[in-house]
């Protein structure tokens, strides 16, 4: 052992737990410390630590009854502090499935008028902010005449006007 660590010894009278029998001496060692201090008061927790399991004593911290009911409301804002996340990481994938599938409807629609382009008063744009994957325009009288000329300008119209509320979320 070096000379720098200290060890204390107690020795404690503890009467028997029947009570006829008188008193046992009990021999108490202590672990090796920094300084004497520290190894009487090792050696003494010991002893007392001993006493109360021996002789069924309890002791009341008067703090221990703010200590249980920190610890309870502690374990409630945690349950409640995961029961929030588990909700917004559901509801972020229920936005993010929503967003997607918005986004798949406007390519659709962006490839049934780029199909039809022969047919539809529509031209290619080159619009390179659109979440489209072919831009399309309108091309056709303001007041469409023929009934293909009212389809062009229904499923541009409906591009055109979801294709930024698109871009501005994905942005965000």
Known sequence: MENSKRMAWLSVEIPS??????TVLEN????????????????????????MSHLNIWVKD??????????????????????????????????????NA??????????ICARYSDILPQASSAAATSVQSQPVTYTGAEAPEIRYGELAHEL???????????ILANVS
């Open 28 to 51: 108490f060692r202590g672990v090796p410390c920094r300084t004497g201090y520290e190894a009487e008061e090792n050696v003494s927790e010991l002893a007392i630590f001993h006493l």
């Open 102 to 111: 918005h986004k798949a409807l406007l390519e659709r629609l962006s490839s």
């Open 62 to 99: 008067i703090s221990y009854d703010p200590l249980i009911e920190t610890g309870r409301h502690l374990h409630y804002y945690m349950n409640w502090s995961h029961f929030l996340q588990t909700t917004y990481q559901e509801l972020s994938a229920e936005k993010d499935a929503l967003f």
């Open 156 to 166: 541009i119209s409906v591009l055109q006007e979801n294709t930024i509320g698109v």
């Open 17 to 22: 737990k029947d009570g006829t029998r008188g």
